[in-house]
């Protein structure tokens, strides 16, 4: 019998079949997102020589294009039609495919609250080993299939149901209620989220909360505690990827030199992955075990007494698993790997890509001096390249932690509530200075194996985790017309 909580629904009734097929169609809509890619010298001076292979590249590239306005477009007609309360009432504000929404409060001097979404979504590798076709949008008695399903497209339709629903019911925020649907989110937000972030920042927008995905609740993630753990997000990491690159003169390999470029390359990726960067406590992990501390065994209740003498050992403690060693340390990961071009030719150039997930209190720049002292090699170079982020400055629970916290415990009873640090990359960030207080998280129960969907084959969502996340927007936002509760 599976122990899987996605394959078994728990408490909780799961949404009809209309508002299941809304969030379907939505997964039916392609709009992939897709990292340009990061060519290596040889590959660019390839390019650079052959005007026609420059032209044909162009050319396809100018077709995907045209292709994903369509389903951009294809996604933003089914929002319009599915919810028309909202709009027909909110303010609607396009950035290309990004959508800014207006909610006006009774008062609007002031903004209660800044929910975030984006409607882009990863490729789906290898269709094939899928149970259903990624874009099919297939709805069952339990799930709703399809690439997005959990990342991101259920909270856009999520929020959408919510508020249509508020409308519906007559209500209204006290202070002005901001929702930001971005398009390009997997690549970063360099223009959805970031212009809508420039457009509030020009208007002095500064939100009590700021709401966008990261956290879940999770089961069996956490040694050693056996309620679902609730962790609320409250900042991320960094981001940085790293090329090492080594340059030889090449020749023929029946007389190799002492080291090939490749060589000399795997060397200098093996020292590096060999010496992370090192463990170390923030004060997020602090609070964080702070609040899961009533939920463990006895031992460790009694060790955690101790947190500041014990912190190394809680430190390797956290180390031993990947999913908890991303808290305590800026990880390391080899991801790309190039060079050579024949079995029996030295290579001129060879070249790594290193990608890390930076630790608050470490920055870009102390990744780079890492990597130097730790290649030590003057032969081979070592450069940023793509997007780089420095991770959220101060990261900690805010004023409206609490209300999130309370709706938390209100849509799932049975969780231990916690804070955390989002390891990967989030829309987040470009809004960090426009709320008092930043949460990511959705109320939604996840095992090990269901997190493996998000990016993965067979991304899925329970009906009853959809109806969870419906119902955690629909009290958020009557929270938000209560007297005093976005104060």
């Known amino acids: 019998m599976s122990t899987n909580l996605e394959s078994r629904p728990s408490s909780g009734d799961p949404v009809d079949d209309a508002t299941a097929e809304r969030l379907a169609v939505a997964l039916r809509c392609v ?3 897709r990292e340009e890619r990061t060519f290596s010298r040889e590959e660019t001076a390839a390019a650079g020589a052959e005007p026609d292979a420059i032209e ?31 709009h027909a009432e909110l303010e609607l504000e396009k950035f290309g495919h990004s959508r800014l929404y207006t909610w006006r409060g009774i008062d609007d001097t002031r ?24 874009f099919a949008g297939v709805v069952d008695e ?20 919510a508020a249509e629903s508020a409308l519906a019911a007559g209500l209204r925020p006290r202070h002005t209620v901001y ?26 927008v500064r939100a009590d909360l700021l709401l966008d995905e990261g956290g879940v609740i999770t089961d069996g993630i956490v040694r050693d505690v056996r309620v679902p753990v609730a962790t609320i997000m409250v900042g991320e990491k960094g981001y940085a990827t790293v090329r090492l690159s080594v340059t030889d003169t090449g020749g023929h390999s029946s007389m190799p030199g002492r080291e090939t470029a490749v060589g000399r390359l795997a060397r200098a990726v093996s020292r590096v992955q060999d010496r992370p960067m090192p463990l170390r406590i923030t004060p997020v992990v602090t609070d964080m075990l702070a609040r899961l501390r009533p939920h463990l065994p006895t031992a460790k209740r009694r060790l955690l007494g101790f947190a500041g003498a014990a912190a190394p050992v809680v430190a390797r403690i956290l180390a031993a698993t990947p ?23 030295l290579p001129q150039q060879a070249e790594a890509l290193i990608n890390f997930r930076i630790l608050p209190g470490d920055s870009v720049d102390s990744v780079l001096a890492h990597c ?82 998000i990016h993965g084959t067979d991304e899925r969502l329970s009906r009853v985790n959809y109806a969870r996340l419906i119902e955690f927007n629909r009290r958020l936002f009557t929270a938000l017309a209560e007297p005093g509760r976005s104060n």
């Open 31 to 33: 709009t992939v997102s």
């Open 142 to 161: 339990e799930f709703i299939w399809g690439r997005g399903a959990i990342d991101d497209k259920s909270r856009v339709t999520a929020i959408l149901e």
């Open 111 to 134: 903004t209660a609250a800044l929910l975030l979404a984006h409607q882009d979504v990863v490729p789906a590798d290898e269709p094939g080993r899928w149970t259903h076709p990624p």
């Open 372 to 453: 130097r002292r730790t290649v030590r090699d003057s032969r081979v170079s070592i450069e940023l390249v793509g997007m780089s982020a420095e991770p959220s400055p101060s990261p900690a629970p805010g004023p409206q932690f609490d209300l999130i916290a309370e709706i938390t415990r209100q849509v799932a009873p049975e969780a231990a509530v916690t804070t955390g640090l989002v390891p990967g990359a989030t829309d987040s960030r470009h809004y960090d200075d426009l709320a008092a207080t930043r949460c990511n998280f959705a109320p939604i129960r996840l095992t090990a194996a269901d997190l493996e969907r």
């Open 56 to 86: 044909a590249r162009t050319s396809l590239d100018t077709e995907a294009q045209t292709s994903l306005d369509t389903e951009f477009r294809r996604l933003g007609t089914h929002l319009e039609k599915s919810f028309p309360r909202v």
């Open 323 to 345: 999913q908890t060693e991303s808290l305590v340390r800026t990880t390391t990961a080899p991801t790309v790997i190039r060079g050579g071009v024949k079995a029996n030719v």
């Open 179 to 204: 929702l930001a649907f971005g398009h390009d989110e997997e690549v970063f937000g360099d223009t959805g989220a970031v212009r809508m972030a420039d457009r509030l920042r020009a208007r002095g």
